[in-house]
């Protein structure tokens, strides 16, 4: 596949201007406009001696599954948000009293736009009539541009009060209401709130070198959950192909399948959080936790229509979950010593759990995201259990736990099997520096327990042969590929249907191709747990000396490593699949391995 191109252009602007005037001591005003576009562009081309190479239509051997046509395709993209905003500020002391009160709007407009004319190179149908001349005209079906234009404008207002007594007890307050033009209904206004406290304990005693700092925190917080307009504009959407009746082309274009509900509204959450905050021995040592529990109502969900609707679902608040757990963050200079060597550090972990509440009061149920391709697994939000349960086919087992097999000797199978949330049951990070005259490394260490992810490369590589498995030596000291009669094949264990017990030797294309067949997502579904070394940098900070009337205040050159180590995985992920980089929710679906990345950098002030 050398010869494909497949290239993508992409250009961002970032623009932002905020002027402020003072017109008192104590009161400011701030204008501000700021602008963010990202542009790419992407093409594609399928050159005709590719094309030949083949195994389906199109190829010198047809009769395979390969599809690969002489074509290519354009598709460019847009995003633009405009963000302009005025507010003023009122800071000023009244004895022991600071006061902050803070007022504003702010007037958003984002824009999605492209376009995008595509051949599909591995279909069976569209193609070049002239090979390798990439040009619109020269196709046997006409190119249909496919082009798109979603546009959405926020208008806010907005309020904030802070005030604190002797730099100890401190109160805050915000409250903010918003517009969205994606809700499609009048009711589009939506107010959220927060409310905040926080005690500042170590000015209430003497100072001491102890306990440096102790704060203690609490809040309360309402807040509308985005809703974009790509989510709710039942646009039509043009065909990719010309519908032909006689001699001409007509356009055609998708009738909306899904119906937005006319009250639609944005999900809540409510959220509540407490903390504390501590420094120890002069400030080198910290540490921080904070516990939070937060409930989300009114979630919008597709909701499946009956057929003589003419539409598959319709877009409504449905759906709640609630969300609660624990963050602790541990930081440190962990030596220091006078000729300049140092050591900091830093830990944090984080548990968090998330109960789905409510799908639809006919639903207990529903889909989240897409399904694998291949029909393996999906995930499903259900009521009462965790979020994200990874749903599949499972091997059929008796109440002992035993593997049930058919005559042939394969396994049963149970559809629709839960097999555990795709959440880990805690996260965490490890960050280290040691520095010493210019010089500093530095790395990162992330870590993860528990989780459930599918890999679909495993099972393309157990039902097609390629792992190492599938050519193992078996317990009677023959190849598993060898025939049953001859001393191989592969030895199970379980009980038959009615429960006799089960100790066999099956051939073994017909074992490892049973889970394709059957679509038996067990064997590949493991925990995402792991440790990996995350970054390494080594930086050198040139002595300034060196720059003296050069323009050049200083100048520093570092090597860094992305990714260089996954230290650990869960045993059962005896392939070592990077579960920090999956493709998708549900796990990977043949993605690519995972890759390290080495860079130098250069760092020049003036």
Same mark, same amino acid.
């Given at each position: ?257 899904? +119906?937005? /509900?006319? !009250?639609? *509204?944005?999900?809540?959450? $409510?959220?509540?959080?407490? %903390?504390?905050?501590? #420094? ?35 877009? +409504?608040? /449905?759906? !709640?979950? *609630?969300?609660?757990?624990? $963050?602790?963050?541990?930081? %440190?200079?962990?030596? #220091? ?37 291949? /029909? ?221 990345g080495f860079g130098v950098n250069v760092k020049i002030n003036f």
């Amino acid at each position: 596949m050398k010869k494909f191109r497949n290239y993508t252009d992409r250009n961002s602007l970032l623009l932002s201007v905020a002027p402020s005037y003072k017109i008192t001591d104590d009161l400011t005003a701030r204008v501000s406009f700021s602008r963010t576009q990202n542009t790419s562009v992407n093409r594609y081309f399928m050159p005709n001696s590719l094309s030949k190479n083949g195994s389906g239509t199109g190829s010198s051997t047809p009769g395979g599954y390969l599809n690969l046509l002489n074509g290519f395709g354009v598709r460019d993209s847009q995003y633009t948000e405009d963000q302009y905003e005025g507010r003023l500020s009122y800071q000023k002391k009244i004895s022991d009293f600071d006061i902050l009160l803070i007022g504003g709007g702010n007037i958003t407009n984002r824009n999605w736009e492209g376009n995008s004319q595509l051949m599909d190179v591995t279909g069976t149908t569209q193609y070049l009539l002239t090979p390798d001349v990439y040009d619109f005209k020269n196709t046997n079906i006409p190119i249909i541009a496919d082009p798109y234009d979603y546009r959405q404008q926020y208008k806010s207002l907005y309020a904030s009060a802070s005030v604190g007594y002797k730099d100890t007890y401190f109160v805050e307050g915000s409250v903010r209401n918003d517009i969205n033009s994606a809700y499609l209904n009048s009711d589009n206004s939506f107010v959220s709130y927060s409310l905040g406290m926080s005690l500042l304990l170590h000015n209430l005693w003497a100072k001491n070198d102890i306990l440096t700092y102790l704060k203690v925190r609490a809040g309360i917080a309402q807040i509308p959950a985005d809703l974009s307009a790509t989510s709710t504009n039942p646009e039509f959407r043009n065909g990719r192909q010309a519908l032909s009746v006689g001699n001409n082309l007509y356009q055609t274009a998708w009738y909306p399948t899904r +119906i937005i /509900s006319k !009250s639609l *509204k944005p999900a809540i959450n $409510e959220n509540k959080e407490i %903390g504390v905050d501590l #420094k120890f021995l002069k400030n080198r040592l910290s540490l921080g936790a904070t516990y939070y529990d937060e409930i989300r109502k009114d979630e919008p969900i597709p909701v499946t229509l009956p057929s003589s609707s003419g539409a598959l679902d319709i877009l +409504i608040n /449905s759906a !709640s979950s *609630k969300r609660k757990g624990i $963050e602790l963050a541990l930081s %440190g200079d962990v030596f #220091k010593s006078e000729n300049g060597f140092t050591w900091t550090t830093s830990v944090n972990w984080a548990k968090n759990r998330s109960t789905i509440l409510q799908v639809n009061e006919n639903l207990e149920s529903i889909q989240y995201g897409d399904a694998n391709a291949f /029909s393996y697994v999906s995930i499903l939000q259900k009521e009462g259990m965790e979020w994200g349960q990874l749903y599949g086919t499972a091997i059929k087992r008796d109440a002992s736990g035993n593997a049930v097999m058919n005559a042939k000797g394969l396994y049963e199978f149970e559809p629709n099997k839960a097999f555990g949330s795709i959440l880990p049951e805690f996260t965490g990070g490890f960050y280290n520096t040691f520095s010493y005259k210019g010089l500093s490394l530095s790395f990162t260490i992330d870590f993860q327990k528990g989780g459930k992810f599918f890999s679909l490369s495993e099972q393309w590589g157990n039902s097609g042969g390629l792992l190492e498995e599938t050519a193992a030596m078996n317990d009677r000291g023959y190849n598993v590929r060898d025939a049953v009669k001859d001393g191989g094949g592969v030895r199970v264990v379980g009980v038959d249907v009615n429960g006799n017990a089960v100790d066999r030797y099956v051939e073994a294309h017909d074992y490892f191709t049973q889970f394709h067949a059957n679509r038996i997502a067990e064997p590949f579904i493991h925990s995402a747990s792991y440790i990996k070394l995350r970054e390494v940098a080594l930086n050198y900070q040139l002595p300034k000396s060196i720059f003296t009337n050069t323009g050049i205040s200083n100048m520093s050159i570092g090597v860094t490593a992305r990714n260089p180590w996954l230290i650990a995985v869960s045993k059962d992920n005896k392939h070592r699949f990077d579960p920090s980089e999956l493709s998708q929710n549900y796990g990977e679906d043949g993605q690519l391995p995972s890759t390290r990345g080495f860079g130098v950098n250069v760092k020049i002030n003036f």
